[in-house]
């Protein structure tokens, strides 16, 4: 299947053959589930592709708290500030930990660095690259500031 694959009118599957994002249109646009860091850029493309301005994307819905379905959301939260973050209370109570969250990103930058080494990516954003406790600073930030409760 080739991505961007449209499922329904109003939803459309983005990513890669590896990791799954889904863009639900309707007043705004929400990206649901968010893979791994590695496809952000990618993933930015594609939404460039089909025209979808960022300025309409309110909502970033992370489904549960695997870190293969939510880093492409802390490089668009640090970005676009307006994006909400909406999930479960359960994994808001994840996120609050330091060392939960240190865990998350560490298996992201593990998955990516293997994506790059098996030839899967080129040359993706890595975590490594800054320093973890930045990312996850910026992170719970963005979750206190913008959390809803939808």
Not at 37 to 60: D, G, W
Not at 97 to 120: H, N, P, W
Not at 128 to 148: H, M, Q, V
Request: a positive charge.
């Amino acid at each position: 299947m080739q991505l961007p694959f449209q499922v329904t009118k109003n939803i459309t599957l983005l990513g890669s053959e590896l990791f799954n994002l889904y863009l639900v249109k309707g007043d705004t646009c929400a990206i649901v589930e968010g893979g791994v860091s590695a496809i952000t850029y990618p993933f930015l493309e594609q939404l460039s592709q089909l025209n979808v301005p960022l300025e309409s994307i309110s909502h970033l819905v992370i489904l549960h708290s695997h870190f293969d379905h939510m880093m492409v959301f802390p490089t668009l939260k640090g970005r676009y500030p307006w994006m909400k973050i909406v999930s479960s209370e359960l994994n808001r109570a994840i996120f609050t930990s330091g060392r939960i969250l240190a865990k998350i990103f560490e298996s992201d930058r593990k998955m990516t660095l293997a994506l790059k080494e098996a030839g899967i990516i080129s040359d993706a954003q890595i975590f490594s690259r800054t320093p973890l406790s930045l990312w996850i600073s910026r992170f719970k930030k963005g979750l206190s500031s913008t959390w809803a409760r939808e």
